[in-house]
């Protein structure tokens, strides 16, 4: 089976069984986690591969020759370290899991008429599997056995599954196929390793997750062959019938966003462009736009309506005004979802949108929008201008922002700009010596993004897959796009550091932009992370010449800008990759552990804290943008159907809710006893502590208009593992 036939086999249009490809890709993972730490070939080696995000480059994965025999999946045989825990293991599978019960519920299947049982108890909508403490996950696996088992002796379970275990063959039972394929798996383990495995408490575990399995996998049997009228092929035949209070109904035992319940306030939407998923487009407006024909009775009328006296003149003249512009997304063509009932044409826009800060001595200083506008067609030289003047027209025009926001969010913010940003120091760190300090303080952060970047490439963005469906474009502009986005950080590396991205949109004035979380918050995460590399290295080197005269150090540099190698430009103190001072490598070693740290955490947790609810952040819009103002049509209209809405809260719901790893937190073995290390090291770890609190207290100013937690230090993980 190939890469892309695995996507469509994994793709929810691919078949209408959906509840069966969650517990498939459970299983699969359990398979994949046996066999790695059970690996009886010599583990595949690092090299770099070009031909997955052509020209990219990233870690080649070799298929894993047992699994690609007994399932005909292209299972992939990973580098030595690269997997993360058991730990990550149990906290996506029973993620997933938990979607599944979910959506089952949703479809009232015939999982919602075993009565007897609460759901909720099982999987409470107040706890994510994904954020349990380590030391509560073997428990929580074992209760978890427990339950099910309890609930598989049901009666009216049992009585669903005898009658269908009759109609079923042996090549369409799902239990049996998977229950054969764990068989199959371990009769091809060494006896030694089996042995091996016997002796440690990972055996009980494993055991219990392929229980947990099993059990789910009986049940999802049951929700496909008991899919109620509102299932999702019913819901597709009517797209653009929902209601909000429908959207709403999705969310069974996975906990509604707060978000839905003030996503249509306009200061709202102002304050998602700095606290939001994706706070990195906005920056200072500079001069006048002819996109933005907003004149001076429009924009004191706006700012009155917000409560603040202002003119055209003073904001632009105290430089207070803020634009984010997506002409970045210019190149991506509208997009269609198909199904097996229908076709729909999606659309995609690149919107402006403009945006102002009350004057300094104002009561209150919240960023509030000004205007919004978009081309009439791809190819019109018209743009049509909207301003909260208007009626629901405007209300329209903020969905469509946030949809193309959120489309600029998983391709450029998201993917590009931290998986595949990082992904291209694994291969020659790796090949760095054990002992080396770079290979040291880097290789943990690191742990499991091969496997993700992985799954990304080889699933997320194939054709078919979840991108594919989901998003606004097609998936060959998406990869596009997501390679661009890619290289603009990679072939200009030394501009990438995170003060420098804020200097580069001109919004590191706190006088002129006072509130801003993401910019705040994330430059206490940056301060502490350059102090802890900086005192890192002045552990192994004494001075610049120290570092000129590492040969390992240099060949990493140069493996890094090679045509051959990563492919990096603007990298090194000669912008070629040589290394001749301390700060040039404390900035470069900085910036990659917040790329992969911090940044990614920024971006990827608030999927499900917010982007998993549809009506607020539309992956894409099932209707022409207006054209005009005056327009009385509801913006729901154009979103997506609740079948579409069902798949977006799925996938963001399984990558926004495990967290594995913690910021400042590496293993007993990852460095050297040393107490100059050491001490180093608390310091960074003090510097964490001191950050949370201080961004706690931030989060309790009113001028917050949420909470800003996606750089918590405590919700960091280490690495891109997800």
Same mark, same amino acid.
């Given at each position: ?105 949703? +479809?009232?299947?015939? #999982? =919602?008429?075993? @009565? &007897?049982? %609460? ?5 409470? *909508?107040? !706890? $994510? /599997? ?29 009585? +669903?599954?005898?009658? #269908? =275990?009759?109609? @079923? &063959?042996? %090549? ?5 196929? *998977?229950? !054969? $394929? /764990? ?540």
């Amino acid at each position: 089976m190939s890469e892309i036939q695995l996507a469509n086999s994994l793709s929810k249009n691919s078949e209408k069984n959906t509840a069966r490809n969650l517990v498939k890709l459970a299983a699969f993972l359990v398979l994949f986690y046996i066999i790695y730490i059970t690996e009886r070939d010599d583990p595949a080696k690092y090299e770099y591969n070009y031909s997955y995000l052509n020209p990219l480059a990233m870690t080649n994965v070799p298929k894993n020759k047992i699994i690609d025999k007994i399932l005909g999946f292209p299972l992939i045989q990973l580098p030595k370290g690269t997997f993360p825990t058991l730990q990550w293991l149990i906290k996506v599978v029973l993620s997933l899991l938990k979607i599944f019960i979910n959506k089952s519920l949703y +479809q009232n299947s015939g #999982l =919602s008429k075993a @009565k &007897s049982f %609460e759901w909720t108890k099982l999987f409470p *909508i107040s !706890n $994510d /599997f994904g954020d349990i403490p380590e030391e509560s996950l073997k428990n929580v696996v074992e209760q978890l056995h427990l339950n099910l088992e309890k609930i598989d002796k049901d009666p009216e379970i049992d009585r +669903q599954w005898q009658e #269908l =275990s009759q109609q @079923k &063959s042996a %090549e369409e039972n799902l239990v049996q196929i *998977i229950d !054969n $394929d /764990f068989k199959q798996i371990q009769s091809q383990i060494p006896q030694e390793k089996i042995d091996e495995l016997a002796s440690t408490t990972e055996k009980t575990v494993l055991d219990n997750l392929q229980k947990i399995v099993k059990y789910i996998a009986k049940l999802a049997e049951i929700a496909d062959a008991n899919k109620s009228s509102t299932s999702d092929s019913s819901v597709e035949s009517s797209p653009q019938s929902p209601t909000l209070d429908d959207y709403d109904q999705q969310f069974t035992i996975i906990r509604k966003p707060a978000i839905a319940y003030n996503f249509q306030q306009d200061l709202i939407f102002a304050y998602l462009q700095v606290a939001g998923p994706n706070p990195l487009v906005i920056e200072q407006f500079q001069a006048s736009d002819s996109r933005l024909p907003v004149t001076a009775e429009q924009y004191s009328q706006i700012a009155a309506k917000f409560g603040f006296t202002d003119s055209l003149e003073a904001a632009m003249a105290d430089d207070r005004l803020y634009v984010s512009d997506y002409a970045l997304l210019n190149s991506l063509v509208n997009g269609s979802f198909i199904s097996q009932e229908l076709e729909q044409q999606k659309y995609i826009a690149t919107p402006v949108a403009l945006f102002a800060v009350p004057p300094a001595d104002s009561w209150s200083r919240p960023l509030f929008p000004v205007a919004i506008s978009y081309q009439r067609t791809a190819i019109s030289t018209e743009w049509i201008l909207f301003t909260p003047l208007d009626g629901e027209s405007w209300m329209t025009a903020k969905n469509i922002v946030e949809m193309t926001d959120s489309n600029y969010h998983e391709l450029i913010s998201h993917l590009g700009r931290t998986h595949l940003v990082v992904e291209p120091f694994i291969v020659p760190t790796n090949y760095l010596p054990e002992d080396h300090c770079v290979r040291k303080l880097l290789v943990p952060h690191f742990e499991g993004t091969v496997l993700i970047n992985y799954g990304a490439h080889a699933i997320l963005v194939a054709p078919g897959g979840t991108v594919d469906s989901l998003l606004a474009s097609s998936v060959g502009g998406d990869q596009a796009m997501a390679t661009k986005a890619t290289q603009s950080y990679l072939f200009n590396f030394n501009e990438i550091s995170f003060p420098q991205t804020l200097g580069n949109r001109r919004v590191t004035d706190i006088n002129k932009l006072p509130t801003y979380p993401y910019r705040d918050d994330g430059l206490l995460i940056w301060n502490a992370i350059e102090i802890w590399v900086r005192d890192y290295f002045s552990i192994y080197y004494s001075n610049d010449s120290a570092v000129e005269n590492d040969t390992d150090l240099q060949t990493w540099g140069a493996t890094l800008v090679s045509l051959e190698g990563g492919r990096l430009q603007n990298f090194g103190d000669d912008g070629k990759g040589k290394f001749n001072t301390i700060n040039c490598l404390v900035k470069t070693i900085s910036t990659v552990i917040f790329t992969a740290s911090a940044q990614h955490a920024a971006v990827n947790f608030p999927q499900k804290e917010l982007m998993m609810y549809t009506p607020a952040f539309p992956l894409a819009r099932y209707l022409p943008a207006p054209i005009n103002p005056q327009d009385p049509e509801s913006f729901i209209k154009g979103l997506p159907s609740l079948s579409q809405a069902q798949s977006q809260i799925d996938t963001l719901y399984l990558l926004g809710s495990v967290y594995y790893t913690q910021l400042g937190k590496y293993s007993p073995s990852a460095f050297p006893h040393n107490q100059e290390l050491e001490a180093a090291l608390k310091k960074f770890q003090d510097n964490l502590q001191a950050a949370e609190t201080t961004i706690k207290e931030r989060n309790r100013n009113p001028d917050r208009l949420m909470p800003y937690e996606f750089l918590l230090p405590s919700q960091i993980p280490q690495s891109i593992n997800i």
